[in-house]
Nanobody, 126 residues
């Protein structure tokens, strides 16, 4: 399984970006997907996740109301729409995939995911 993240870049405070992650799998609908991020000098942290059906979604508190996760199973792709970006959102964003179902309580744990993408840099200038 290979995950290819894209869509990062440099944006001003209040701007928007949409991250994409394409998965090279035969049955994308069998994978739960998540986004994590890591800022310089900090540990990797959970951002958002979505279950197999796309119904259950979870967000870290600091991005609720600003970020939206979605998936398009026909395109083997899932997305993270990021609006109202803040300097504290600056980080490398990683997409991750889990083969199989995942409950909401486990979505935020990095160890719940089997595969990871290479990351895409998001920089928000003040």
């Amino acid at each position: 399984v290979q995950l290819q993240a894209s869509g990062g870049g440099l944006v001003q405070t209040g701007g928007s970006l949409r991250l994409s992650c394409v998965a090279s799998v035969r049955t994308f609908s069998s994978y739960a997907m998540g986004w994590f991020r890591q800022a310089p000098g900090k540990e990797r942290e959970f951002v958002s996740a979505i279950d197999l059906s796309g119904v259950t979604k979870r967000y870290r508190d600091s991005v609720k109301g600003r970020f939206t996760i979605s998936r398009d199973n026909a395109k083997n792709t899932f997305y993270l729409q990021m609006n109202s970006l803040k300097p504290e959102d600056t980080a490398v964003y990683y997409c991750a995939a889990r083969n199989g179902r995942i409950t909401s309580s486990y979505m935020g744990r990095a160890e719940s995911y089997d595969y990871w993408g290479q990351g895409t840099q998001v920089t928000v200038s003040s």
